[in-house]
């Protein structure tokens, strides 16, 4: 009914927010598009499902997420992605694989300090009845 549909509007106005605020932080700037195919062809042989900021923005606006938890879900291949394509020892992987813990924790502490528990069990229940 309505106030399902005012409760969801409230979500991803929260998603929209935690997102744009990710996307505008220099450590994740690698993490706000797609990875380029062209550039690395061997990616989605690796990664089986792809994330970025930018994929995570769209789905809000297409209503993909009903609770906060399935915003996370999709949130979390961003970083974890990252650290199975980048494992080895270089400089390079060990800067991505910084920043990618930096996003799992930056993810984490963002939702525990601004989500209200009572609202995300409301989220779940919308769920449940659908
Ligand atoms: O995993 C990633 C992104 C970094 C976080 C997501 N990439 C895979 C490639 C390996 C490494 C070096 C560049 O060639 C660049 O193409 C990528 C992009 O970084």
């Known amino acids: 009914e309505e106030q399902e549909e005012d409760v969801l509007r409230e979500l991803r106005l929260f998603l ?48 993909k997420y009903v609770t906060v938890g399935e915003f996370m879900a999709d949130a979390d291949f961003i970083w974890k992605n990252a650290l199975e394509y980048n494992p080895d020892s270089d400089p390079m992987d060990r800067n991505i694989r910084h920043r990618a813990c930096a996003l799992k924790d930056t993810v984490r502490a963002i939702i525990r300090d ?13 769920r449940e009845s659908r």
């Open 16 to 63: 929209r927010n935690i997102t744009e605020r990710l996307s505008l932080d220099r450590r994740f700037k690698a993490f706000t598009k797609p990875v380029d195919i062209e550039e690395v062809p061997d990616y989605l042989m690796v990664i089986k499902k792809p994330m970025d900021l930018s994929t995570l923005l769209t789905n809000i606006d297409q209503h």
């Open 114 to 126: 601004e989500l209200d528990e009572d609202f995300e069990r409301v989220c779940e229940e919308i």
